[in-house]
């Protein structure tokens, strides 16, 4: 039988049980635990077989409960939680003790966002608590972006994935944290930088592939979630901004492509993908993790993405891609 459900009377009696459900979100679906509940928050990690180091982010449903999370707020902090929230963008701030350290890793920062998206927004403000959600797919693998992908991976380790149909966004949120009041990006994300300096002036990536193009080791680090590796389909995966040139050099191979906008004609190609054919970088965002569950589950030998324009949601897309190839 399918764990995919609508009755979010259902999911409030799982959570309320500090059993998982899997929430859908705008950016990517997550595994939601009671943030209180020391059984579910293992459970989480155990489920996804991810680090204890690697801390989670917090779910809430209005501005207001923010007080009972942090316990300060810089003014920068406010101008983005009132321009972009609900919506995809993450705050790290200082955590108020009640926050239980398995959450945050033992770290004195919380990570906490409002989530856009009605069927968990409905949950939350039925919940008695906030939900710990990291994205649904085991460590290291592909983030999901429909509730198939999600019980794809967990039928078997969770009762219940909440179907909120496709996530609109499709990629993480934009995780922000603060130095000296100071807004730093921690996590490229759906929210695109342009956009939010428009609310708070110049921004800095911190420990960002796309800014520093160095390589980081799996241990934990200040924005744990810039692991190199991460978000990576089983295929081999390579990001070019030569297509063509790459395709030459896999002859005889089964070649699936990830492209922007144009087609390309070579019949050496097994399956290609447009994420945008108007040239949309939100479109594009939106589908590109359902794109690579595609073409991994196509027995391919390598998939072939084009780099995408280094603007707005492209950077987010290119950082994804980067760690796809690792
Ligand atoms: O869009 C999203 O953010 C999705 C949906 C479900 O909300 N969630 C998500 O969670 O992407 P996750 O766990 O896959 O990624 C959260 C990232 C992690 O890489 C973690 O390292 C980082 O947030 N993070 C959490 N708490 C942090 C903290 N206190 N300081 C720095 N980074 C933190
Ligand atoms: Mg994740």
Redesign the pocket.
């Known amino acids: 039988m399918s764990i995919i459900s609508k009755d979010i009377l259902k999911a409030i009696a799982l959570l309320n049980a500090e059993e998982l459900v899997a929430i859908p979100?705008e950016?990517?679906?997550?595994l939601a635990g009671n943030i209180y509940s020391e059984k579910a928050i293992k459970s989480i990690f155990e489920t996804k077989q991810r680090p204890f180091f690697?801390?989670?982010?917090v779910?809430i449903s209005s501005k207001e409960y923010l007080e009972n999370i942090v316990d300060y707020i810089p003014e920068k902090a406010k101008l983005l939680a009132d321009a972009f929230w609900p919506g995809?963008i993450?705050l790290?701030l200082k955590k108020k003790t009640t926050i239980p350290d398995l959450i945050?890793?033992g770290?004195d920062?919380?990570?906490v966002?409002i989530?856009n998206h009605p069927a968990t927004l409905a949950l939350l403000k039925q919940l008695d608590f906030p939900l710990a959600?990291?994205?649904?797919n085991p460590f290291n693998r592909i983030?999901p972006t429909k509730a198939e992908h999600v019980e794809a991976y967990f039928k078997d380790n969770i009762k219940m994935v909440l179907d909120g149909g496709a996530c609109k966004s499709g990629i993480?949120?934009t995780?922000i944290?603060f130095d000296n009041d100071e807004p730093i990006i921690?996590?490229l994300?759906?929210t695109a930088i342009e956009d939010i300096e428009a609310v708070v002036g110049k921004i800095k990536v911190k420990n960002s592939t796309a800014e520093l193009g160095q390589s980081q080791k799996e241990v934990s680090p200040?924005?744990?979630?810039?692991?190199e590796r991460h978000y990576a389909p089983r295929t081999k995966t390579i990001l070019t901004d030569n297509i063509i040139n790459v395709i030459k050099m896999h002859p005889n191979k089964r070649i699936g492509v990830i492209l922007f906008k144009n087609q390309i004609k070579d019949p050496n190609v097994t399956s290609q993908i447009i994420l945008s054919e108007n040239g949309d970088l939100p479109e594009a965002a939106s589908k590109l993790y359902d794109t690579l569950h595609q073409l991994d589950s196509q027995n391919l030998d390598v998939i072939i993405a084009e780099k995408f324009p280094d603007y707005g949601l492209g950077k987010s897309i290119n950082d994804r891609l980067k760690r796809a190839t690792k």
Do not use: F, Q, W
């Open positions: 979100t950016t990517v679906y997550g690697n801390p989670l982010i779910h995809p993450t790290v945050t890793a770290k920062t919380v990570a966002r989530p959600a990291p994205s649904a983030s993480e949120s995780i944290g921690y996590r994300g759906s200040d924005a744990p979630g810039m692991l």
